[in-house]
């Protein structure tokens, strides 16, 4: 009994796993540069995947993968002599998510859910 439950259970996960692939762009905004320097921000992309894991209430775990690049620049010196230094800051995340979720409606035209995490 314990090895059919056990044999069945890939083939009951199956029918309520769903697999959503994602791919997004990220925006970024600075904010208050000191003086002499300015800050130029990049568009920036991400793409991952996760898991729904459920029927009405459900888990979605998901990880995510992520790159965004702002320059900086700055003028140091005196007034005889400046410099301008510029600085390409690249960043790379890994992101990890876990949400729980409920179904609030499952019609055939219109789907609604709630989650947190």
């Not at 314990?2 to 997004?24: F, K, R, W």
């Not at 400046?82 to 990890?96: A, P, Y």
Request: hydrophobic residues 45%.
């Amino acid at each position: 009994m314990i090895l059919s439950a056990l044999a069945l259970a890939p083939v009951l996960l199956m029918a309520q796993l769903q697999i959503n692939p994602q791919l997004g762009l990220t925006f970024q905004n600075l904010t208050e540069e000191p003086q002499g320097t300015t800050y130029r921000a990049n568009t920036g992309w991400m793409a991952g995947i996760d898991f729904r894991i459920g029927s009405a209430f459900y888990l979605q775990p998901g990880l995510f993968f992520g790159q965004n690049a702002t320059t900086v620049a700055t003028v140091v010196g005196d007034t005889s002599v400046t410099t301008e230094i510029e600085d390409d800051l690249v960043r790379n995340l890994l992101k990890g998510r876990v949400m729980v979720g409920y179904k609030l409606i499952n019609a055939e035209g219109f789907k609604l859910r709630v989650a947190v995490g």
